[in-house]
């Protein structure tokens, strides 16, 4: 249970791996199909992020206590990549640097149930997030 | 992971096998326009049942494949969309909006049958 899951981010191959992880990890402690499924997309944009943004970084899930419902997922993805410089622009619907669909932050805030992100320029960023047995 | 696409008369059928990289879904593209160009393809039905999740970067690439293909004058309908990754979808912000899609192959198969009035 507090085994920590880690998977190295560099290509588009480790975005795969992570995302199943997540599902597999997810599924064992008895989360639905559709959250397990919510947690693996999660898991896939944050990957791809650090892919696209970071070129290196790290995925870790494991599973922690929850509620009276069951243990919750915690995802922690980093990079040390060069920081976002105004998070409040990069959690807007629509907004991306990157040219593709500007949905990664907001659409993965909506998917989990807590949701943080810290960031520091030149240095680079964490994010986290929880998913709650439903 | 190469995705194999059958040709059923003037229509062609991609059948994704496993989860795809971001790498499977661009060369998936690629070989679509090229095969609906020289299989001359009045439609295409891109099955995704096999898909384990839909996340920006594989609908993006699914709506491009059907502009493409829409450009080139051919209809392309996706199929088997899983109920827990539509529900993902929408949840991230997803529609696929002004792509055509269909519950299974079978029905998939109908529309473009209905639409050509073909007999393939």
Request: charged fraction near 25%.
């Amino acid at each position: 249970m507090n085994q920590t899951i880690r998977v190295p981010i560099h290509t588009d191959k480790d975005i795969v791996a992570a995302r199943q992880k997540g599902r597999a990890l997810a599924l064992s402690l008895g989360f639905s199909e559709i959250d397990s499924t919510l947690v693996a997309t999660a898991i896939s944009e944050l990957a791809r992020n650090i892919v696209t943004y970071a070129k290196r970084g790290e995925i870790q899930i494991h599973a922690a206590n929850g509620n009276s419902k069951g243990p919750c997922i915690v995802v922690v993805a980093k990079d040390r990549g060069a920081g976002i410089s105004n998070i409040k622009l990069a959690l807007q619907d629509g907004f991306s640097t990157s040219g593709s669909l500007g949905l990664g932050l907001p659409g993965v805030k909506r998917l989990v149930d807590e949701f943080e992100i810290v960031s520091n320029i030149g240095k680079g960023t964490i994010v986290k997030f929880k998913k709650w047995k439903a | 992971m190469e995705v194999p696409v059958l040709k059923q008369g003037p229509f062609l059928i991609a059948t994704v096998q496993a989860a795809l990289t971001d790498e499977d879904l661009v060369h998936l593209r690629r070989a679509m326009v090229e095969r609906v160009v020289s299989a001359r393809s009045l439609g295409v039905i891109i099955d995704v049942t096999a898909m384990d999740i839909m996340d920006s970067f594989a609908s993006r690439t699914l709506r491009e494949i059907a502009q493409m293909i829409r450009l080139r004058g051919a209809e392309t309908i996706i199929v088997g969309i899983q109920p827990e990754v539509a529900f993902a979808m929408v949840q991230l912000g997803i529609t696929l909006e002004g792509v055509v899609t269909a519950l299974d192959l079978e029905e998939g198969l109908d529309y473009l049958k209905q639409k050509f009035d073909s007999n393939a």
